[in-house]
């Protein structure tokens, strides 16, 4: 019996970026239509019921996507099976596993697969939503703390204009931390679908590591009982990723 390392995934900038982007569309639409929508407003109601409008679709559709042409819910179901089949091609190539293997039988486990997708998606529309949300309300609160000063055009479009690119920020690191976290649970289904328990931790290996996890780097660690900060990925922004150890005697058997 030998033990095996199968190498983790990281995840893609380029994955990153279309999720981010994804985002920004929503943003984007609700930051024009606010601009249009209150050039002649001159009242505290007219700029918060105009502003209200358009933050509308996006805040009453419970299914965001069909906001930006029903685009959303599919890219994150793409997003995961791309990240999904990497991952598992680069378990096969790790693993030295014959090109005749099913990948999916023997790193997949298909029922698990799609609990993991329909969380991460679940998750994934709830935080996409909560950024108009929160943006919102942040720039009703904008609107009436003008208007208690006693009304500065120019100051407030400055004050939404900035409320607009926190959000853009907070949507980067969505983006981010989501990719890292997809690529975390897939590890974790697929060294727990071969039945390996422990994996090592292994970090980014660059100045932006944080003490914490640098200390773990290269330490074995189990899945079910993982270290304070969690596994891999669970943590914000975290980027590290679990090397899966595993018995090639599973894989011969295969
Ligand atoms: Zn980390």
Request: hydrophobic content about 40%; some cysteine.
């Amino acid at each position: 019996m030998a033990d095996l390392a199968v190498k983790g995934v990281a995840p893609r900038n380029s994955d990153k970026k279309n999720y981010n982007a994804g985002i920004n569309i929503i943003v984007d639409k609700i930051e024009q239509d606010a601009k249009s929508n209150t050039t002649d407003a001159n009242t505290q109601t007219e700029w918060q019921l105009r502003i209200t409008d358009s933050f509308a679709p996006f805040l009453l559709n419970p299914t965001l996507g069909a906001n930006v042409s029903g685009q959303h819910y599919d890219d994150l179901e793409s997003f995961f099976n791309t990240t999904y089949a990497k991952n598992i091609r680069a378990a096969g190539r790790a693993a030295k596993v014959p090109v005749t293997v099913d990948l999916e039988m023997l790193f997949g486990n298909a029922p698990g697969k799609e609990f993991v997708k329909q969380q991460f998606i679940n998750n994934n529309v709830s935080l996409i939503k909560s950024i108009p949300e929160r943006l919102h309300s942040q720039v009703q609160n904008v609107i009436s703390d003008n208007f208690a000063k006693g009304f500065d055009r120019e100051q407030l479009t400055n004050d939404i204009e900035q409320r607009f690119s926190v959000a853009r920020s907070r949507a980067k690191l969505i983006a981010n931390d989501q990719s890292n976290k997809a690529i975390g649970q897939l590890a974790q289904l697929r060294s727990l679908s071969l039945g390996a328990n422990t994996y090592r931790w292994q970090t980014a290996e660059d100045d932006r590591v944080r003490p914490t996890h640098e200390a773990l780097n290269d330490t074995i660690q189990n899945w079910n009982a993982p270290p304070a900060i969690g596994n891999p990925g669970e943590p914000i922004n975290c980027r590290c990723i679990a090397v899966t150890i595993i018995d090639s005697d599973l894989l011969a058997a295969a």
